[in-house]
C-alpha cells in the first residue's frame, strides 16, 4: 500500500544516521526494484503522486548513500533520476531535497561550481519556504562558496540556512536524511 511504502521510505531516512552505507544500499536497491515494478504496472497517467513522492526519495537516498559509499558517478546518476521523479510528482518541496541532494553529489565529486548551481536552485523551488531541502541546500552552497574562497557568498548563504533552519517543523528536525538538524 502506498502507506507501506512511505514508511518504508521514512525508515530508510533514518537508517541513513546508524546503518552501514554498504548494507543500506543492498536494502534500498532492493525496495527500489519492487517500487519500480509497482510503478511499471500502472499507467504513467494513473500512478498516484504519493507514490511518484516515494520513488524520488528513494532515488534521492539511492544517491546519498552511493555518495557515502565514494561512488560519486552513481550518485549523479541516481540524482539526476530522483530529480525527474521529483518533477513528474509536482511537489517542489521535495523536488528542492532532491536537488540539495544532488548538490552533495556535486560537492564531493569536487564540481563546487555545479554544486552551488543545484543548491541555488533548490532554493528557488521551494520559493525559500522553509523546509528540509532549503536548510540542506543553503548549507551545501555554504561549503561550496567557502571552498571557492567567496566569503561573502558563503556568509549569505549560512545566513539562509539558519533562517530556514529556524522554521523548519518539529517532524523536520529529526536526524534523518529527510530532515535536518
Known amino acids: 500500500s502506498l502507506d507501506d511504502w512511505e514508511q518504508t521510505a521514512w525508515q530508510y531516512g533514518l537508517a541513513t544516521r546508524y546503518r552501514p552505507a554498504a548494507v543500506l544500499l543492498i536494502d534500498v536497491t532492493d525496495d527500489f526494484r519492487e517500487l519500480r515494478r509497482a510503478l511499471a504496472s500502472r499507467r504513467s497517467l494513473l500512478v498516484p503522486r504519493r507514490l511518484m513522492r516515494v520513488a524520488a526519495q528513494m532515488a534521492g537516498l539511492m544517491s546519498l548513500t552511493l555518495i557515502k559509499l ?32 544532488e548538490a552533495y553529489a556535486h560537492y564531493y565529486s569536487g564540481q563546487l561550481t555545479d554544486a552551488i548551481y543545484a543548491a541555488t536552485h533548490a532554493q528557488r523551488l521551494a520559493s525559500s519556504v522553509p523546509c528540509t531541502g532549503v536548510a540542506l541546500a543553503a548549507a551545501i552552497e555554504a561549503r561550496a562558496q567557502a571552498g571557492l574562497g567567496r566569503v561573502h557568498e558563503t556568509n ?25 538538524n
Open 156 to 180: 549569505v548563504a549560512l545566513e539562509r540556512a539558519e533562517h530556514a533552519l529556524g522554521g523548519l517543523a518539529p517532524d523536520e528536525r529529526l536526524p534523518s536524511a529527510f530532515g535536518y
Open 70 to 101: 565514494d561512488q560519486r558517478a552513481a550518485a549523479r546518476h541516481w540524482a539526476r533520476m530522483a530529480k525527474l521523479i521529483a518533477s513528474e510528482a509536482g511537489d517542489d518541496q521535495l523536488h528542492a531535497w532532491v536537488r540539495a541532494q
